[in-house]
């Protein structure tokens, strides 16, 4: 194996200058704004060979004297895996067996942990857990979103890729993982049991009193488009009043999947996305191909935050462009109300091909970037929501204890119970019981639901522009209007206007 890559490298060393020829140190390459394409491709193809030339000699000199047997397969494949990060932010090799686990983890189900992570730089030294998934081994074990991950198996996490951490967190069915966290500056140990990771896509509610349907969507899976318009039936069907689409720690998926979302609000034949190389060349464009599902005015209220990416955030764009070009344009009949809230989103708008090469390894690289239907790239900007709510996360175990000892008179000491007033005696087999019990996951997720900040914001909105709707149409009757009177009348996160009163 060693000396199949020498040969390689000696070979490539043949098209240039022996490495063994003393010759004088050449000045490298630097482009002049004033030359043309093809002197610039000409001096680039210069610069490579040199580049490549050093290269060969460092491999050869290694064979030839370094005093350890160097495994030059894992030598040049780590020289590689630490080069392509320096490309781009996205772009990584893949050696054999990572290139493995990245196919195995596209199929659907797969042995993990079942977290969403944030991407890392190998500098880095710990990894961000986006979110865990409802009922899966992180859950269970006690990890939460926030986390962050600084060590796996005992191995520090510096130095290593998002990719290669990724494949130890992954393992067989029913085997053991151990991970340290740090959780409010406190350092943590997990014990977790791998298992199947059967991704829930998407979790649908119904706010009975308000008549709101709410979605939450994981990430862009194949059968995300037939849930939704399943729901925008079902709400068409039953006069809701509105629906909010929760695309918050959503980091994309299935492009096709956002392409056909979109197609379940606008009309057949509209552009939603398309991509343009190095060159700002059109490379290709996806357009609707279906006729919308949505036939009323039902308000869409989309919630989106800083880990919302990629074909989460080409939806929304998509969909806020629409709105406002079917709103400024008074001969469309159809009237489209989608309004995004939230925070700003992450801003990935670069496309990644997953290139196999030699070896059984492959290559992510970056080769284009995202346009919105108006040509406007999201890359490092993401896409602004019309209402900016804060997430607002309450520490219930804290106010809980608080509120217990100090907060009101049944937390004073022999105090008068309120079964004492009705002349019963003090239950307190029952009372210990109950603090015993435990929610289950479902429990904890649809109480995280009706207590989330964000959400209750988007069924008061909706709830407001239906009674707009019932006592002046008008006021608003398209996007645009009804943007400044949910503006007018809805205080959210943004500055407000303040006026001292003499």
């Given at each position: 194996?060693?000396?199949?890559?020498?040969?390689?490298?000696?070979?490539?060393?043949?098209?240039?200058?022996s490495?063994?020829?003393?010759?004088?140190?050449?000045?490298?390459?630097?482009?002049?704004s004033?030359?043309?394409?093809?002197?610039?491709?000409?001096?680039?193809?210069?610069?490579?060979?040199?580049?490549?030339?050093?290269?060969?000699?460092?491999?050869?000199?290694?064979?030839?004297k370094?005093?350890?047997?160097?495994?030059?397969?894992?030598?040049?494949?780590?020289a590689?895996?630490s080069?392509?990060?320096?490309t781009?932010?996205?772009?990584s090799?893949?050696?054999?067996?990572?290139?493995?686990?990245?196919?195995?983890?596209t199929?659907?189900?797969?042995?993990?942990?079942?977290?969403?992570?944030?991407?890392?730089?190998?500098?880095?030294?710990?990894?961000?857990?986006?979110?865990?998934i409802?009922?899966?081994?992180?859950?269970?074990?006690?990890?939460?979103?926030?986390?962050?991950?600084?060590?796996v198996?005992?191995?520090?996490?510096?130095?290593?890729?998002?990719?290669?951490?990724i494949?130890?967190?992954?393992?067989?069915?029913?085997?053991?993982l151990?991970?340290?966290?740090?959780?409010?500056?406190?350092?943590?140990?997990?014990?977790?049991?791998?298992?199947?990771?059967?991704?829930e896509?998407?979790?649908?509610?119904?706010?009975?009193?308000?008549?709101?349907?709410?979605?939450?969507?994981?990430?862009?899976?194949d059968?995300?488009?037939?849930?939704?318009?399943?729901?925008?039936?079902?709400?068409?069907?039953?006069?809701?009043?509105g629906?909010?689409?929760?695309?918050?720690?959503?980091p994309?998926?299935?492009?096709?999947?956002?392409?056909?979302?979109?197609?379940?609000f606008?009309?057949?034949?509209?552009?939603?996305?398309?991509?343009?190389?190095?060159?700002q060349?059109?490379?290709?464009?996806?357009?609707?191909?279906?006729?919308?599902?949505?036939?009323?005015?039902?308000?869409?209220?989309?919630?989106?935050?800083?880990?919302?990416?990629?074909?989460?955030?080409?939806?929304?764009?998509?969909?806020?462009?629409?709105?406002?070009?079917?709103?400024?344009?008074?001969?469309?009949?159809?009237?489209?109300?989608?309004?995004?809230v939230?925070?700003?989103?992450?801003?990935?708008?670069?496309v990644?091909?997953?290139?196999?090469?030699?070896?059984?390894?492959?290559?992510?690289?970056?080769?284009m970037?995202?346009?919105?239907?108006?040509?406007?790239?999201?890359?490092?900007?993401?896409?602004?929501?019309?209402?900016?709510?804060?997430?607002?996360?309450?520490?219930s175990?804290?106010i809980?204890?608080?509120?217990?000892?100090?907060?009101?008179?049944?937390?004073l000491?022999?105090h008068?119970?309120?079964n004492?007033?009705?002349?019963?005696?003090?239950?307190?087999?029952?009372?210990?019981?109950?603090?015993?019990?435990e929610?289950s996951?479902?429990?904890?997720?649809?109480?995280?639901?009706?207590?989330?900040?964000?959400?209750?914001?988007?069924?008061?909105?909706?709830?407001?522009?239906?009674?707009?709707?019932?006592?002046?149409?008008?006021?608003?009757?398209?996007?645009?209007?009804?943007?400044?009177?949910l503006?007018?009348?809805?205080?959210?996160?943004?500055?407000?206007?303040?006026?001292?009163?003499?």
């Amino acid at each position: 194996m060693k000396s199949k890559f020498v040969v390689l490298f000696i070979t490539a060393s043949m098209i240039i200058p022996s490495i063994h020829a003393k010759e004088p140190t050449k000045k490298l390459a630097f482009f002049d704004s004033t030359q043309s394409a093809k002197e610039k491709d000409e001096e680039r193809k210069k610069e490579i060979f040199q580049w490549f030339r050093t290269l060969s000699e460092v491999t050869h000199l290694i064979e030839k004297k370094h005093f350890r047997d160097v495994d030059f397969s894992d030598f040049i494949q780590n020289a590689l895996q630490s080069a392509l990060p320096k490309t781009d932010a996205h772009s990584s090799f893949f050696p054999q067996k990572l290139y493995k686990s990245t196919l195995e983890s596209t199929s659907g189900e797969f042995s993990g942990i079942g977290v969403s992570i944030m991407n890392k730089a190998p500098e880095d030294e710990s990894l961000i857990v986006i979110d865990v998934i409802s009922n899966g081994p992180s859950d269970k074990a006690g990890l939460k979103s926030g986390d962050k991950i600084v060590e796996v198996e005992g191995e520090a996490l510096k130095g290593m890729s998002s990719d290669e951490i990724i494949t130890k967190l992954k393992g067989k069915t029913g085997t053991k993982l151990s991970i340290k966290v740090i959780r409010k500056k406190k350092p943590l140990e997990f014990k977790i049991t791998r298992d199947i990771i059967k991704d829930e896509s998407a979790l649908c509610y119904h706010f009975k009193n308000q008549n709101v349907s709410y979605l939450s969507l994981k990430i862009f899976a194949d059968n995300a488009a037939q849930q939704l318009g399943k729901l925008i039936l079902k709400a068409q069907k039953h006069k809701g009043k509105g629906i909010v689409l929760d695309l918050r720690r959503n980091p994309g998926g299935v492009l096709e999947s956002a392409v056909e979302m979109a197609s379940l609000f606008v009309d057949k034949g509209s552009l939603i996305v398309s991509t343009k190389d190095n060159k700002q060349k059109v490379v290709s464009k996806y357009y609707t191909h279906r006729n919308p599902v949505l036939d009323s005015d039902l308000p869409i209220f989309i919630l989106i935050d800083n880990f919302t990416a990629s074909a989460a955030e080409i939806l929304s764009g998509a969909l806020k462009h629409y709105s406002d070009k079917i709103s400024n344009d008074a001969r469309n009949k159809r009237n489209l109300m989608v309004f995004l809230v939230g925070t700003e989103t992450f801003g990935k708008g670069s496309v990644q091909e997953v290139i196999p090469i030699s070896n059984g390894c492959a290559l992510k690289i970056t080769t284009m970037l995202y346009y919105l239907p108006d040509d406007t790239s999201i890359q490092a900007k993401g896409i602004s929501p019309d209402f900016v709510i804060n997430p607002k996360t309450i520490p219930s175990e804290e106010i809980k204890w608080v509120t217990e000892l100090y907060g009101k008179e049944s937390s004073l000491k022999n105090h008068i119970s309120v079964n004492e007033v009705q002349g019963k005696p003090e239950d307190k087999e029952k009372k210990k019981e109950e603090e015993k019990e435990e929610l289950s996951w479902e429990e904890r997720h649809q109480k995280a639901i009706s207590h989330d900040v964000q959400i209750q914001a988007c069924v008061n909105m909706i709830n407001l522009l239906d009674i707009a709707k019932k006592s002046n149409p008008k006021m608003v009757e398209n996007r645009q209007k009804a943007l400044v009177f949910l503006k007018n009348n809805y205080l959210t996160d943004e500055d407000a206007e303040l006026e001292k009163i003499k």
